[in-house]
């Protein structure tokens, strides 16, 4: 297996076109055309995580964090980004980040914090808009089912829970082929009218590519007529948090023990008690603050995320409990629900976890 191919899982899972504006995710050292050694799973890709690959025989890192984020104009040595770009390039570890395009999927980053706390009816609590796009295309009526299913197979037509979906009207196609043509009906230079189906089908535009080829593949037509339009519409399950239920309302002391023990936490940063239950829960693995005033509006009792600076615990307005339980604590799992995903990809192959905590911050109790 190459790297290559691990690298095309991954973006079946988070496609790179979902990440943010700001990031830098993708492939960011290496050779996706060498050989895949083994894989070694991090939040961050620090100079003893790219160690621990070494001695563990993995010369793919994968992390959330990408190592290099902002630019970089010097590979001297001098701090701990450079450190590691000059030693995943002199032992041949390919570093691969996987950030804001995973915290943007309901089941991301934030799908898996939601699933540690029991959050039921998980929605995505900020959904991105522009990421729907609409296929109209015509096709002679006995050839419809084949190129539906052929869109469908590529992910064309989902809507919620609902697979296959389309809608098909009936009307009469006209062409005359030109010199050179040799038309699947009817006679080059005369004028065909053919009875066809407008096929109307909304996908995600992540994978326009895959389907258009099938598109092309399966439709008789040597030139195949379609359009594409982009949709206002926010797509459902991407975006950034989450939004969830607890199956039982719990008192504000217990969801946070809850939450100490879950994410095995030291300490929990908090706005203070409003000595009521807390039934909706808002996530946001990560610096989350942005969302705040989100999950005010969806109605949150309360909202886990990390990174709150000391004015923002403020915007809770005493109408939700604002918890910061720490950047590292938020993002621990991502881990996991890496392994998983790679284990069930390549079960036959070495899909390793860091015993490295990459965590920077320390508490002092
Ligand atoms: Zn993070």
Same mark, same amino acid.
């Given at each position: 297996?190459?790297?290559?191919?691990?690298?095309?899982?991954?973006?079946?899972?988070?496609?790179?076109?979902?990440?943010?504006? !700001?990031?830098? #995710?993708?492939?960011?050292?290496?050779?996706?055309? &060498?050989?895949?050694?083994?894989?070694?799973?991090?939040? @961050?890709?620090?100079?003893?995580?790219?160690?621990?690959?070494?001695?563990? %025989?993995?010369?793919?890192?994968?992390?959330?964090?990408?190592?290099?984020?902002?630019?970089?104009?010097?590979?001297?040595?001098?701090?701990?980004?450079? *450190?590691?770009?000059?030693?995943?390039?002199?032992?041949?570890?390919?570093?691969?980040?996987?950030?804001?395009?995973?915290?943007?999927?309901?089941?991301?980053?934030?799908?898996? /914090?939601?699933?540690?706390?029991?959050?039921?009816? =998980?929605?995505?609590?900020?959904?991105?808009?522009?990421?729907?796009?609409?296929?109209?295309?015509?096709?002679?009526?006995?050839? &419809?089912? %084949?190129?539906?299913?052929?869109?469908?197979?590529?992910? +064309?037509?989902?809507?919620?829970? !609902? *697979?296959?979906?389309?809608?098909?009207?009936?009307? =009469? +196609?006209?062409?005359?082929?030109?010199?050179?043509?040799?038309?699947?009906?009817?006679?080059?230079?005369?004028?065909?009218?053919? %009875?066809?189906?407008?096929?109307?089908?909304?996908?995600?535009?992540?994978?326009?590519?895959?389907? /258009?080829?099938?598109?092309?593949? #399966?439709?008789? !037509?040597?030139?195949? #007529? !379609?359009?594409?339009?982009?949709? @206002?519409?926010?797509?459902? $399950?991407?975006?950034?948090?989450?939004? +969830?239920?607890? #199956?039982?309302?719990? &008192?504000?002391? $217990?969801?946070?023990?809850?939450?100490?023990?879950?994410? +095995?936490?030291?300490?929990?940063?908090?706005?203070?008690?409003?000595?009521?239950?807390?039934?909706?829960?808002?996530?946001?693995?990560?610096?989350?603050?942005?969302?705040?005033?989100?999950?005010?509006? &969806?109605?949150? $009792?309360?909202?886990?995320?990390? @990174?709150?600076?000391?004015?923002?615990?403020?915007?809770?307005?005493?109408?939700?409990?604002?918890? @910061?339980?720490?950047?590292?604590?938020?993002?621990?799992?991502?881990?996991?629900?890496?392994?998983?995903?790679?284990?069930?990809?390549?079960?036959?192959?070495?899909?390793? %976890?860091?015993?490295?905590? =990459?965590?920077?911050?320390?508490?002092?109790?």
């Amino acid at each position: 297996m190459k790297i290559k191919d691990v690298i095309s899982a991954l973006e079946s899972l988070a496609p790179l076109s979902l990440q943010e504006s !700001y990031d830098n #995710a993708g492939l960011i050292t290496g050779d996706e055309n &060498a050989e895949c050694t083994g894989i070694l799973i991090s939040l @961050d890709a620090t100079e003893n995580v790219i160690a621990e690959a070494i001695t563990k %025989k993995c010369n793919l890192v994968i992390s959330h964090h990408p190592i290099i984020f902002s630019g970089l104009k010097k590979i001297t040595g001098k701090n701990y980004v450079q *450190k590691a770009i000059i030693q995943s390039i002199k032992s041949d570890v390919a570093l691969y980040a996987i950030h804001t395009n995973l915290d943007n999927l309901l089941n991301g980053v934030n799908g898996k /914090i939601a699933g540690l706390i029991g959050l039921k009816s =998980t929605v995505v609590l900020a959904p991105k808009e522009s990421q729907l796009k609409k296929l109209f295309t015509f096709v002679p009526v006995a050839d &419809a089912e %084949k190129v539906r299913a052929a869109i469908f197979d590529a992910g +064309g037509g989902h809507i919620g829970n !609902y *697979k296959e979906c389309s809608f098909n009207t009936e009307g =009469t +196609g006209t062409f005359k082929g030109g010199a050179g043509t040799n038309p699947y009906v009817g006679k080059p230079g005369e004028l065909h009218r053919e %009875k066809e189906l407008r096929i109307e089908v909304i996908f995600p535009a992540w994978l326009e590519g895959r389907i /258009i080829k099938n598109l092309i593949v #399966a439709h008789p !037509y040597e030139e195949v #007529a !379609y359009d594409i339009i982009r949709l @206002d519409n926010s797509a459902g $399950d991407i975006g950034s948090g989450i939004i +969830g239920e607890l #199956a039982e309302p719990m &008192a504000e002391k $217990d969801f946070l023990q809850l939450l100490k023990v879950r994410f +095995g936490l030291q300490v929990i940063r908090h706005t203070k008690l409003l000595n009521q239950k807390i039934c909706r829960v808002a996530v946001c693995g990560g610096a989350g603050s942005f969302l705040i005033s989100s999950a005010l509006a &969806a109605g949150a $009792d309360a909202f886990i995320t990390s @990174d709150i600076k000391y004015h923002e615990f403020f915007d809770a307005n005493d109408k939700m409990v604002l918890a @910061d339980i720490g950047h590292y604590e938020s993002e621990q799992f991502t881990i996991n629900l890496l392994q998983e995903f790679l284990e069930q990809k390549f079960p036959t192959f070495a899909v390793l %976890k860091t015993e490295e905590i =990459t965590n920077p911050v320390n508490y002092f109790l």
